[in-house]
């Protein structure tokens, strides 16, 4: 099967990376920047193993990348469309940005070329580019990866969700996806399309609401991750449930699907009350962190705050939308000195102009009056946090996920805080 992905950041690298194991894959991306990268066989956005999948797709010529839609599309078996919808500072996506890309494709396709769409785009996109496109094939697969382990996210998926207009299109599709060997969903296109809001809208509401019921804890004597645990052994919620206390969600992604879902309220005329919330509740607990450092450090001018971990999450190099980068920000506005440290970010935007980023994670601690975990890297808690804390101005680690509770429990005079922890 000749398989053409468009759209070749993280979601379409991964995709085509992942399909040229067993198809004939082509990349089409029209960023000139990022085609000559791929082609010399590195990947624009940074993923655990991605380089070298796509390293062997290239060595065995079952993978290419091109920013010419005529070579791209011409005898194709299927578009699968993998824009990572890009999302603004209020979590607007743009979605006129990846539609105005996809009818650059779309010109090129032969009458009845199946069409399926990955990118993150409002309920009722695949129905209206059918009657823009009567002679294609649209079907709607949700995007499931994971930042960080996304390569096993898409080839050991829980199932994949297929929103279909007809009985027609589901030969393919068992064709397309039989080497992963997954529990396939059919659905209608819409229902589908719905799956992706509602999923990561719940697992928005799952985050805000632990985290409202740890700064509760913190208030009242109660630890929030046993409460947590307490919820999650019920079997009517389960032990995977997203009910662990602690930062904000970050990234755009989560925030997208809310902000979607709301705005379709909105537009339907259909009153939505715990929606909308969600957002709100996050944007508050956004400023955990930055509060915290003004209770224990009072006036922030002056102070030097170590921020530890930049990046999104673990396993990547993208800053956008990252919880550390607004807290840099907030700290230079309050007039604290800022100095960061992550082994994945070797340049800070302009904006950040004013933070020292250090080589080594102890150039960052020494001297501070206090050190944020922002970024969950596992060689963090390699380190020896006795050592490094002697080298701070005074111990003090804010630790929202209790990321580092073991490493520091046995530390003298270290204090240590974490979100829904009971106050001493």
Known sequence: MKITVLGLWHLGCVTAACCARHHDVIGLDFDEATIAKLNAGKTPVFEPGLDELLAAGLARKRLSFTTDPRI??????????????????????????????????LAHLSSGTPVLVSAQLPVGTCRKLEAEYPQLQFACVPEN???????????????????????????????????????????RTESAEMVKHALNTFLALSISFI?????????????????????????RIG???????????????????????????????????????????????????????????????????????????PGTDTLRRSAAVELCRDLLAAGANVKAFDPAIKLLPHDLGKVALTAELADAVAGADAAVICTEWPQFQ???????????????????????????????????????QPRA
Not at 161 to 185: S, T, Y
Not at 211 to 235: F, M, P, Q, W, Y
Not at 394 to 417: C, K, Q, T, W, Y
């Open 239 to 313: 032990l995977r449930a997203y009910l662990r206390p602690g930062g904000p969600f970050a990234g755009g992604t989560l925030a997208r699907d809310v902000v979607t879902l709301a705005r379709l309220g909105a537009e339907t005329g259909e009153s939505l009350f715990i929606v909308p919330a969600i957002k709100q509740s996050n944007d508050q607990h956004r400023t955990w962190v930055f509060r915290k450092l003004q209770t224990r450090l009072a006036d922030l001018r002056g102070k030097t705050v170590a921020v530890l971990g930049l990046v999104y999450t």
């Open 382 to 420: 390699q380190l020896n946090w006795a050592e490094l804390v002697r080298r701070m101005k005074r111990p003090l680690v804010i630790d929202p996920n209790r990321f580092l509770e073991n490493s520091l429990r046995h530390v003298a005079g270290v204090e240590h805080i974490s979100v829904g």
């Open 211 to 235: 985290n409202e019921i740890a700064r509760l804890c913190e208030h009242v004597g109660a630890d929030a991750l046993e409460v947590s645990t307490g919820l999650k052994t019920d079997s």
């Open 72 to 105: 791209a599309c011409a005898d194709t078996d299927v578009l699968w469309v993998c824009y990572d919808t890009p999302v603004d500072e209020k979590d607007e996506p743009d979605v006129e940005f990846v539609l105005r890309n996809m009818r650059r494709a």
């Open 145 to 187: 990866l994971r930042l960080g382990r996304a390569i096993e996210a898409f080839e050991k998926p829980d199932r994949i969700v297929l929103g279909i207009r007809n009985e027609a299109q589901k030969q393919l599709l068992e064709e397309l996806f039989a080497p992963l060997n997954a529990r396939l969903l059919f659905m």
